[in-house]
């Protein structure tokens, strides 16, 4: 019993010794695990220079990569619409979102849902692009103080807010004062109210349109009265035509007479000459 109990403390020990041994990895291991390890490195750093230099390209590399932090920072650092290409892990990571949105206000559009509502990211789109509101959630859009900036930042935002805000006349002026041309994104009425379309500076163009109206009505008037003018000089000319022929004929007519009586003159002269005559000779 003692040598069996020997027996088997011996197989244990050769057991665990046999155990240990198989769980050290061979100098060949260690050394392609390390291999890859400074490729995957070496991947990774090309990766970031490739990005660093063009952010879109982040589409185009390795799918792991794009799930990197360093690589896809570096990537919206550069272009912040390569946010589209990271990760869904990394759309939904503020300081991505962020980085990507102070380099390229739309690039909101391809952060998570979540952070379409995060007060910071979506107060700094707006205040670079205020049309960045079109990608705020629809509780940022019915926010007076994330409109404010938007519309503040362009007047066009107006469109993006929610309705109540279309119909605030305080967010439509200032919206309008901004530019002009929001006021049609206007609610309630809003784009026929007199302050809003005085700030919007239609009242001045309603009043040239009146006396565009009223200078045209005149033009038209005035025109009336010189074909007035005009038909009756035609009737005028007429009757002077008529009155030049009546006085050409009667110049005719006298002519003729004249010529007549000079005829008759002649013959009388010529009888004269003959009595004339006949009384030398008797």
């Given at each position: 019993?003692?040598?069996q109990g020997k027996l088997d403390h011996a197989s244990y020990e050769d057991e665990q010794y046999l155990g240990d041994f198989d769980l050290q990895p061979s100098a060949a ?254």
């Amino acid at each position: 019993m003692e040598g069996q109990g020997k027996l088997d403390h011996a197989s244990y020990e050769d057991e665990q010794y046999l155990g240990d041994f198989d769980l050290q990895p061979s100098a060949a291991a260690l050394m392609q695990q390390e291999a890859v390890k400074v490729s995957e490195e070496y991947l990774r750093q090309q990766a970031i220079e490739r990005v660093g230099q063009k952010g879109t390209d982040l589409e185009l590399i390795d799918k792991e990569l794009k799930d990197d932090k360093d690589v896809v920072l570096t990537a919206v650092r550069n272009n912040g619409l390569a946010l589209q290409f990271a990760s869904e892990t990394l759309k939904a990571d503020k300081e991505v979102v962020l980085t990507a949105v102070m380099n390229y206000a739309i690039a909101l559009e391809y952060a998570s849902n979540a952070l379409k509502s995060d007060m910071e990211i979506a107060g700094t789109a707006v205040k670079d692009n205020g049309l960045a509101l079109l990608y705020c959630s629809d509780t940022l859009k019915a926010n007076i103080e994330i409109v404010t900036i938007a519309i503040t930042t362009n007047g066009s935002a107006l469109e993006y807010a929610s309705e109540d805000i279309r119909r605030d006349k305080k967010m439509v002026l200032l919206a309008v004062e901004n530019n002009p041309q929001s006021l049609k994104f206007a609610m309630g009425g809003l784009n026929e109210d007199k302050d809003c379309r005085d700030a919007a500076g239609l009242a001045g163009n309603e009043h040239n349109e009146h006396k565009n109206e009223a200078t045209s009505a005149a033009w038209d008037g005035l025109n009336e009265d010189n074909e007035s003018h005009d038909t009756a000089g035609f009737e005028d000319n007429k009757l002077n035509e008529h009155k030049k022929e009546a006085t050409s004929a009667a110049w005719d007519g006298l002519n003729e007479g004249n010529e007549s009586h000079d005829t008759a003159g002649f013959i009388d002269n010529e009888l004269n000459e003959h009595k004339k005559e006949a009384t030398t000779a008797a």
